[in-house]
C-alpha cells in the first residue's frame, strides 16, 4: 500500500491563507509537490481543456466562456471571449502553424483561433456538430471532435468539410478526451460508459480498461511515454502504459476533487485544471513537479 511515504500536501492561497479547508492533494508517488498557481482572482473563470506549448499555457476555460494564453507569473490573455460568441470552450489543440481549435459543449462547432487572432467557426454546429467536447489532432493534419450529443467522433478537415470518424456503431457513448501515441494510435476517454478505448491504426477499437470501481476517464495526455489520466468522478490522476497497466499517481479531495485537464511542460510539470464551481466561475489551476533531489 506505501502507506510509510504516502505525501499529504495541503496547497496554500498568499491571498487567503492555507487551503486546508477547502482542497487537498494526496501524491501516491514520491517526490511530487504540488502548489495552486492561478484562481478566478488571477483572470481565470472555471477552466477545463489545457495545453502546453512553448512555455505557454493555452486553457479553455469553460466558466469564464473564453480561451485564454498564460505564462506562469503573469496575468492571462484573453483570445476569444463571449464577444466572438464562446458559451463553454471544453478542449482545444494547436497545430504547428499556430492556429488553435477548440470545441464548445454549450454552443458546438469547431472553432479556429488564428495567428493573427481571429476567431471564426472552421465548422459551425449546422453542420453535425450540435454540442462539442474532446478535440484533438490526427497526424494526417485534420480535426477530430467528439459528440457527446450523438455518441459519435467527428472528422473536420482544415477547410471545413466534416465527416464520421467512429459512428454510435462503434459504441462511444461520450468521446470526452483524445490522445494519439507516437504510432499513431489513439486513446478515447469516454466518461459516461467510464471505458479508456484504444484505436489502432488497422481501425480495430479495443476496450482497455473498462467498468474498473473508481475509473471514469476525463481527460487524456501523453507525457514521458505514459498515457496521463483525469478522473473528474473519483478525485483521481493516473498513468498508464500497456505495460505496466494503470496506477494513481495522486487524489484530489475537497473544492480540488473536480479534476479537468491536463497539461505537461518541457520539465516534467504536470498542470491540473480544476473546476470547484463551474455556475459561480471558481476554479483552480494546480503545478505538481518533481521535488529536487537531495545531494
Known amino acids: 500500500m506505501r502507506r510509510s511515504w504516502l505525501l499529504s500536501v495541503v496547497l496554500t492561497l498568499a491571498s487567503c491563507g492555507p487551503l486546508d479547508q477547502h482542497g487537498v492533494v494526496l501524491p501516491l508517488e514520491n517526490g511530487w509537490a504540488a502548489e495552486v498557481v492561478a484562481t478566478e482572482r488571477d483572470g481565470f473563470g472555471s477552466p477545463d481543456g489545457l495545453l502546453w506549448q512553448n512555455g505557454v499555457l493555452y486553457v479553455a476555460d469553460e466558466g469564464g466562456h473564453a480561451v485564454r494564453s498564460w505564462r506562469p507569473g503573469t496575468k492571462p490573455t484573453t483570445l476569444a471571449d463571449a464577444k466572438a460568441g464562446l458559451a463553454s470552450p471544453e478542449d482545444l489543440v494547436r497545430d504547428s502553424e499556430g492556429n488553435l481549435?477548440?470545441?464548445?459543449?454549450?454552443?458546438?462547432?469547431?472553432?479556429?483561433?488564428?495567428?493573427s487572432g481571429r476567431t471564426s467557426a472552421l465548422a459551425p454546429p449546422e453542420k453535425h456538430l450540435p454540442s462539442t467536447e474532446g478535440i484533438g489532432l490526427t497526424p494526417a493534419g485534420d480535426i477530430i471532435v467528439g459528440d457527446g450529443e450523438n455518441h459519435r467522433i467527428m472528422r473536420v478537415t482544415r477547410d471545413g468539410r466534416v465527416s464520421v470518424f467512429l459512428g454510435p456503431d462503434r459504441g462511444i457513448s461520450k468521446p470526452e478526451s483524445f490522445a494519439f501515441d507516437g504510432k499513431g494510435n489513439l486513446y478515447i476517454a469516454d466518461n459516461e460508459d467510464d471505458v479508456l478505448y484504444l484505436l489502432t491504426s488497422d481501425g480495430a477499437l479495443h476496450r482497455v480498461i473498462q467498468k474498473r470501481d473508481g475509473f471514469s476517464p476525463e481527460s487524456l495526455r501523453f507525457a514521458g511515454g505514459q498515457l496521463l489520466i483525469t478522473d473528474s468522478h473519483h478525485g483521481k490522476l493516473f498513468r498508464y502504459t500497456p505495460e505496466d497497466g494503470l496506477s494513481v499517481v495522486a487524489l484530489l479531495a475537497g473544492e480540488l476533487a473536480n479534476v479537468q485537464g491536463i497539461a505537461a511542460d518541457e520539465a516534467g510539470s504536470l498542470y491540473l485544471s480544476v473546476q470547484s464551481d463551474l455556475h459561480a466561475s471558481k476554479g483552480y489551476i494546480l503545478r505538481l513537479s518533481r521535488k529536487a533531489s537531495r545531494p
Open 101 to 115: 481549435y477548440f470545441s464548445d459543449d454549450t454552443r458546438g462547432g469547431v472553432w479556429r483561433i488564428d495567428p
